[in-house]
C-alpha cells in the first residue's frame, strides 16, 4: 500500500540522500561557510515555490502540521468558523479544532469535491475561511469557490495534500488561495515517509508560518532578527526528508503525465458498463491518481466492492466525517475547549452520503485500502495488468 512518489523511488532519491549523509549535516541549518553543507530543505522550498507559481514555500513535518501552521498564520482561531467538506481525512477537521475555530462541514456533489451551493447556505457572521480540499488529486470548482469567497471577504485554504502537481485552468494547485498545504507521506504524488510544504504569496502569512514552524524564527534564520516575531513550535522538515522530496518534485510531472495514461486506458475499457459513471472531474489537470465509480444503485456498489475485496466510500475510514467517532463525540484534548457540544453527526451531510455509498475508488496511482483502493493498478502496472483489472471490474458488475 503506496502513493505514486513511493513507487518511483530509485537512484535519484540515493543520491540526494547520499549526499547529505556524506556531508554529516542532518538539520535544515548550517553554516554558510561550510562547502559540504547541501541546503536540500532550503532548495526543495525554492524550486517548489517556483513550481506552484508562488512567491514563498515553507518545508514541514507533515501535512497536518502544514495545515495547523496555515490557518494560524491567517489568525483562524475561538470563535471563528470554517467551512470545509465532510469528505476528506480527519487532519482537515482537526487542524481547525486545534486552533480552536469551529469547523462547519459542506456537502461534496459528484466530484467528491466541496458544492458550492452548499458553501452558500453554512455562511454565517462567524465564517472566517474556506478550506477547499482538491479531494482524490481532483481540483475544486475553483472559480465558483473564490467568487464566493471574495463576497464574503472570507480567507481560502488549500488542502492540496493529495493533489501535488494538478492544476486547475492552467494554475497550479496551490496557487489559487491565500495559501495551501500539501503532504509529502508515503501514500501522496511527492513521498518522503512524513513531511508536507506549505506555499503562499503573501508576505505576512509566509513570515507568521515560518514563524509558527520554527520556535518564532524569522525565514531561515537570516540573522536580522534572531528574537522572534511570536511564539512558535517545531514542525521543521530535515535534510534527509528534504533530499528525497527534492528528487521526487523534479519527477513529479513525469509521475503525472504516466498516471494519467494509465487512468484513460483504464477508464477507456469499462467506460460502456450500464448504471454507473466516473464522478465529476473539474478540470483536466487532477492528478490522475485514483479512478472513482459512482453507482446508480448502493446495492450494485456494494456487490461489486465485495467481489473485488474493496468496499464503497462510505466505508473508508477517517476520510468521511459519520466515521470519525472523536468528531462526532467532540472529544478535545482539553475540557471546554471549543462550544460545540459537538462538531457533526451522522446524517448532517445526506447528499454526501448518498454519493459515497453508492462510489467507488480503483487505484491508479495510490493504492491504499483506508481510501476504498485495494483494488486496481499501480503507476508501473503494464497494459495487460491494466487490462486484467478491467476485465475483472467488468465480470464483478456483470455478476
Request: aromatic letters at 6%.
Amino acid at each position: 500500500m503506496a502513493g505514486p512518489g513511493a513507487y518511483c523511488f530509485g537512484d535519484e532519491e540515493r543520491k540526494e540522500v547520499m549526499d547529505v549523509l556524506s556531508s554529516g549535516h542532518l538539520s535544515r541549518y548550517g553554516s554558510d561557510k561550510d562547502v559540504g553543507f547541501q541546503l536540500k530543505v532550503y532548495t526543495f522550498e525554492q524550486e517548489f515555490a517556483e513550481y506552484c507559481g508562488t512567491n514563498h514555500a515553507i518545508a514541514t513535518s507533515s501535512g497536518t502540521g502544514s495545515l495547523l501552521i496555515s490557518l494560524l498564520a491567517m489568525g483562524i482561531g475561538y470563535g471563528d468558523e470554517v467551512l470545509l467538506p465532510g469528505y476528506t481525512f480527519v487532519a482537515s477537521i482537526g487542524s481547525i479544532i486545534y486552533t480552536r475555530a469551529t469547523p462547519v462541514l459542506v456537502e461534496v456533489d459528484e466530484s467528491l469535491t466541496m458544492d458550492p451551493a452548499d458553501i452558500e447556505k453554512k455562511i454565517t457572521k462567524n465564517t472566517k475561511a474556506i478550506m477547499v480540499v482538491h479531494m482524490l488529486g481532483n481540483p475544486c470548482k475553483m472559480h465558483e469557490i473564490l467568487a464566493i469567497a471574495k463576497k464574503h471577504n472570507l480567507k481560502v485554504i488549500e488542502d492540496a495534500c493529495q493533489a501535488a502537481g494538478g492544476t486547475y485552468r492552467g494554475k497550479r494547485l496551490g496557487s489559487l488561495g491565500d495559501m495551501a498545504a500539501f503532504s509529502l507521506n508515503r501514500y501522496k504524488n511527492i513521498a518522503v515517509g512524513d513531511g508536507g510544504v506549505i506555499v503562499t504569496s503573501n508576505k505576512e502569512y509566509y513570515e507568521r508560518a515560518y514563524a509558527i514552524h520554527d520556535q518564532g524564527h524569522t525565514p531561515n534564520r537570516s540573522g536580522k532578527d534572531t528574537t522572534g516575531i511570536l511564539v512558535g513550535l517545531n514542525f521543521k522538515m530535515n535534510e534527509l526528508a528534504g533530499a528525497v522530496a527534492l528528487a521526487q518534485r523534479r519527477k513529479l510531472d513525469g509521475m503525472l503525465e504516466t498516471l494519467r495514461q494509465k487512468k484513460k486506458e483504464l477508464k477507456d475499457r469499462i467506460a460502456d458498463i450500464p448504471n454507473m459513471r466516473f464522478r465529476e472531474i473539474n478540470d483536466e489537470g487532477e492528478c490522475g491518481t485514483i479512478l472513482t465509480i459512482i453507482f446508480d444503485e448502493k446495492q450494485k456498489a456494494d456487490s461489486v466492492c465485495e467481489r473485488l475485496g474493496s468496499q464503497t466510500l462510505s466505508h473508508s475510514g477517517w476520510h468521511v466525517y459519520s466515521n470519525m467517532r472523536q468528531i462526532m463525540e467532540h472529544k478535545t484534548p482539553v475540557e471546554g475547549w471549543s462550544e460545540p457540544s459537538r462538531y457533526a453527526q451522522k446524517g448532517d451531510l445526506p447528499r454526501t452520503d448518498d454519493i459515497l455509498s453508492r462510489s467507488m475508488n480503483i487505484s491508479i496511482g495510490v493504492v491504499d485500502g483506508g481510501l476504498g483502493a485495494a483494488f486496481g493498478v499501480n503507476i508501473h502496472s503494464s497494459q495487460k495488468e491494466i487490462a486484467a483489472a478491467a476485465s475483472k471490474f467488468i465480470e464483478a458488475c456483470k455478476a
